[in-house]
């Protein structure tokens, strides 16, 4: 015991605590508690009762397992686990699954689409599901399949590419809702579904701690015998051991998600990913046999055995694997594989492999698909069946309106080379010509009149260069319209005032002291009215800038310097001197530099009236001659005099341009014939 003394000091240090100190103390020592209303526990009364009603449907044979469907669509390759026990835990427990993808690159691509296909299906059925983003695995690399080590990746781009998949994922599953009402699939409460990234819980995580639980139990011998290791180790290349035990930074991220509330019980992955699998499926078992926390004992039973399997790998025309590293990818992002491309390469599948692909990457039932086939082998020349799953891919990956935009093209171009329009899908598909999807470049500001948000975040290309004069010396409102994330800077402003935009960096800490993202993460603040000076402070690795608007609209600004910014010959939204009027007076001088001061301040007036839309143009009654009326009974009316010079102006302008531009090509085609 203490002696007086000491008791005597203790209490007096504790009386001398300033009310604020004392009360800071007190929230920091409590724990933060969620309560569960009675509502809640009502439905997840409902949720369980309806889920044992559908459990006694499939034993009476009335409704089949989503492993049966998996099998009869061709999902299951290998299996982690007895057949049997996967079937009898799909029919009884809703579980949970995930999907693993290492950002290693920019973007997903069609690769990966076949295990994620299955973790949708799953969603679909009222299973919990998740994606799960590498950021932490993706530094280490999985040295499956490989002959030599992994290239290390820089902290700029390892940001990138997780910023890029986190969004990409996200407007895939927002697409998967959309596809789901489409079949017929009725959204439920108890559907699941997130995205996480295993960075979230390695940053706090001991390394002691899966040293002492996880590696303890596993034999070198063991990791030694797997097929990577062995060829490596023979061939005298060695592995790295970052790359050895990437199989139990793996297993661990499944006990982390097994342990959880969630309940993640299987892993999806493609079929080189089986050994990984295999192991996480023993660690998982001994991580669980072997917990001493009594609360967090889960009992060993059927119920709760891990499980997973792995789905057939998408290969090309030579039998390669899709991947980045093999150099024969077709990405996923609509900037890096145009929507169009990626149609194309889905039309060129074999009839040979099309029945296959339309079992694996659409939602569509197999009666359906025996009839796509049925009208297809009529007339293969139509390519019924192509036109079907390019469709459902560029739809399912890009957008719904993406898809009927792309095939109306491609139907179009193609029609004008063979002279048919019909290809067989007209009574699938009637939708109207498009002239396509650019990249948005700013802001519009009836962006949440036209169309759904989601559909235009993926109009707005993620990563972008700005130059280091704009981050550096220039107002956060002002980097925001040049983002194109705002209409103008004083939107920008609104935006900010309104707590409407986001910036990467640590939650809760001011501008100034701000200590960035942590790395590997993917944590925003809203964005104040700070001092330009602050904006370093958000940088990462020096030069990455993240920004964000609501929830789908992202951008990872590169910071590069005024010197490669000049020789790029861009510009972005609200540069100084890259006005309109400023640029096509530069433009209209080179053609005549005798034009005055007087005249350009005239062309400042054109150039106004010539942005209004033909609409919106005043036009005068024959009769009256002067008085403005409504562009409704245009058909009574005829073109102002005023207006007709000024056409007549602007057509000599362009006339002048046009001969500046063929003189100049005349001039390089007669430089190329005397160097020849």
């Known amino acids: 015991m203490a002696p007086r003394t000491m008791q005597a000091s203790s209490l007096g240090a504790q009386s001398t605590l300033c009310r604020r100190c004392l009360k800071l103390k007190i929230t920091t020592s409590s724990q933060q508690k969620r309560h569960i209303g009675l509502k809640v526990l009502q439905k997840e009364k409902l949720a369980a009762e309806a889920w044992e009603v559908r459990a006694n449907r499939i034993t009476e044979g009335l409704e089949k397992n989503l492993w049966d469907v998996f099998k009869e669509r061709g999902f299951v390759k290998d299996i982690a686990g007895t057949e049997t026990q996967v079937w009898e835990i799909m029919r009884k427990k809703r579980i949970g699954a995930y999907v693993g993808v290492d950002p290693t690159a920019p973007s997903l691509h069609v690769g990966h689409l076949v295990p994620l296909m299955a973790l949708f299906w799953m969603y679909l059925h009222g299973y919990r599901a998740m994606s799960v983003i590498g950021g932490a695995t993706a530094r280490v690399g999985d040295p499956e399949g490989r002959m030599k080590d992994r290239e290390r990746i820089a902290n700029s781009d390892a940001v990138l590419n997780i910023t890029k998949t986190h969004y990409q994922l996200k407007r895939i599953w927002m697409n998967v809702e959309v596809q789901g009402r489409r079949f017929g699939y009725e959204k439920n409460w108890a559907w699941r579904r997130g995205i996480m990234n295993n960075t979230q819980w390695y940053n706090s995580l001991s390394f002691t701690v899966p040293v002492h639980r996880l590696f303890s139990s596993v034999r070198v011998s063991t990791l030694l015998s797997r097929d990577t290791a062995k060829t490596r180790m023979a061939s005298g290349a060695g592995m790295p051991l970052d790359e050895f035990i990437y199989p ?102 074999p009839d040979t492999d099309v029945e296959n692909l339309l079992r694996l990457l659409t939602f ?59 290809n ?26 036209v169309t759904p948000t989601v559909q235009k975040a993926a109009e707005f290309k993620v990563d972008i260069e700005l130059p280091e004069s704009l981050i550096l010396g220039k107002s956060i409102q002002r980097i925001l319209h040049a983002s194109g ?192």
């Not at 002239?435 to 700013?442: D, F, H, L, N, V």
């Not at 056409?647 to 362009?654: G, K, N, Q, S, Y």
């Open 364 to 422: 569509h039932p197999m009666e359906k698909i025996s009839e796509i086939m049925a009208e297809h082998s009529r007339d293969p020349s139509k390519r019924v069946a192509q036109h079907i799953l390019a469709y459902e891919v560029v739809a399912l990956v890009h957008s719904d309106q993406l898809a009927k935009d792309t095939q109306m093209q491609h139907r179009t171009l193609y029609a004008t080379k063979t002279g048919n329009t019909n």
């Open 248 to 349: 139990l930074m793996q297993a661990w991220d499944w006990w982390h998600l097994y342990s959880s509330p969630l309940g993640i019980q299987m892993q999806i992955g493609g079929s080189d990913q089986f050994g990984n699998i295999v192991s996480g499926v023993d660690a998982v078992k001994h991580l669980r046999d072997t917990e001493l926390h009594p609360s967090k004992r889960i009992p060993d039973t059927l119920l709760n055995t891990p499980i997973g399997f792995t789905t057939p790998l998408l290969t090309d025309s030579s039998g390669a694997k899709f991947g980045k590293s093999a150099g024969n990818a077709v990405w996923l992002d609509p900037f890096m594989t145009s929507s169009f491309d990626l149609y194309k390469y889905f039309m060129r599948r």
């Open 485 to 676: 994330l705002a209409s103008s800077a004083s939107d920008a402003h609104r935006l900010t005032l309104a707590q409407g935009a986001y910036i990467g960096g640590s939650p809760g800490q001011p501008s100034q002291t701000n200590k960035g993202m942590p790395l590997g993460e993917l944590t925003f603040t809203p964005v104040k009215a700070w001092f330009p000076s602050d904006t370093k402070n958000f940088l990462i690795a020096g030069k990455l800038l993240i920004l964000r608007r609501g929830k789908h609209f992202i951008r990872v600004v590169k910071m590069i310097s005024d010197e490669e910014w000049k020789a790029s010959g861009k510009i972005y939204p609200g540069e100084p001197g890259t006005g309109k009027v400023r640029r096509l007076k530069a433009a209209l001088q080179a053609i005549d530099p005798t034009l005055n001061e007087k005249d350009m301040r005239n062309l400042r007036t054109d150039v106004a009236k010539l942005e209004e839309s033909a609409l919106e143009t005043p036009l005068l009654n024959k009769d009256e001659g002067v008085r403005p009326v409504s562009w409704k009974r245009r058909g009574d009316y005829v073109r102002p005099e005023p207006l007709k010079r000024r056409d007549a102006r602007i057509v000599a302008l362009r006339e002048q341009l046009k001969q500046k531009v063929e003189a100049i090509k005349k001039m390089e085609q007669s430089e190329e014939g005397g160097d020849s």
């Open 424 to 449: 067989g899908t007209d009574e699938l598909y009637a939708v109207a010509p498009s002239s396509g999807q650019p990249e948005r470049a700013s802001w519009p500001d009836d962006i949440h009149k």
